[in-house]
């Protein structure tokens, strides 16, 4: 994504203050922040940074050369390689490693955490995904804009590692956010969907002309709509769309409805999270992120009914934003 640092750079000094006409800067609130449950600005963040934990999902090099107060890493390996994966005899999750780092900062399943990257991007919004599998009960918010915007606006940052903490977090694993392969081929033939499945893949990703990964077949699952997800993030801001265009990209133009069953996919389910945590926020009952993703569903075969469609300008593609 690009970066939003020159964008910010007029918003220096303490968060919140005013700039020379008295207007708020530009990282003082963000739209997505006034509106969803579970995104947060730096004026909230400054506020309430003593009553929540902080997760960095930055690089390691990132985060050593600076990070907000409070905060310990959770890096991207470990959330990809060591949660869950889909295995010839099914979906298996095994979120000890995952609660280990949890304890170690500080972190119990009742505590509310933000977590925060360089910006608003994909990794933020999987690591939400991945504590709300885990069954977090408190609540998992997204700084929008991350680091870059509160390091412009002058909030505080440290450089010297967090020592480790002493908590211990126990996972009670919830399902209900999770699509298995077989979840999806249940609701998948060869005429189409019976529930909303998004793939949050680039066009050529989903129409098979960009073949990422080594794998049998390149295209789409059958009946899914493509919805890229970079149109979810005003790359400029480095931040979430505002509410009112959410609106329009998601129960506008592709049509999606609160009270539908709702998929989201694209390659390893990484950026199929960014549509998970959007439709999550406009309180959809049932939102699913499809944890094998492509890299699983391009593994099978339609013998075993696991339907896919493949070829330029077949489906689907929502490119509001494009």
Sequence with gaps: MASAGAALAATAGCLGSSDGDGEQPAAYTTPAAAEFDAVVDSQWLESNLDDVRLLDVRDEEAFGEG?????????????????????????????????????????????????????????????????????HEGQVSLLDGGFTVWDAAGGETVSEAPEAQEATYEADLDASVVATREFVADNVDEDGAAVPILDMRSPAEYWGEDERGDLDRFGHVTGATNLNFVQSIDDEAGRLRSPEELETLWLDDAGLSADETAVAYCQTAIRASVGWFVLDQFGFDDVRNYEGSWADWGTLSEDDGYYYTTGEDTGTVVDTFA
């Design 67 to 135: 990070r907000i107060p409070g905060a310990h890493h959770f890096s991207n390996s470990e959330m990809f390689d060591t949660y869950a994966e889909e295995t010839p005899d099914g979906f298996e999750a095994d979120p000890e490693a995952i609660a280990w780092t949890l304890s170690q900062a500080g972190i119990e399943a009742d505590d509310d955490v933000v977590v925060y990257g360089a910006e608003s991007n994909l990794w933020e919004t999987y690591a939400i995904y991945t504590l709300n599998a885990l069954g």
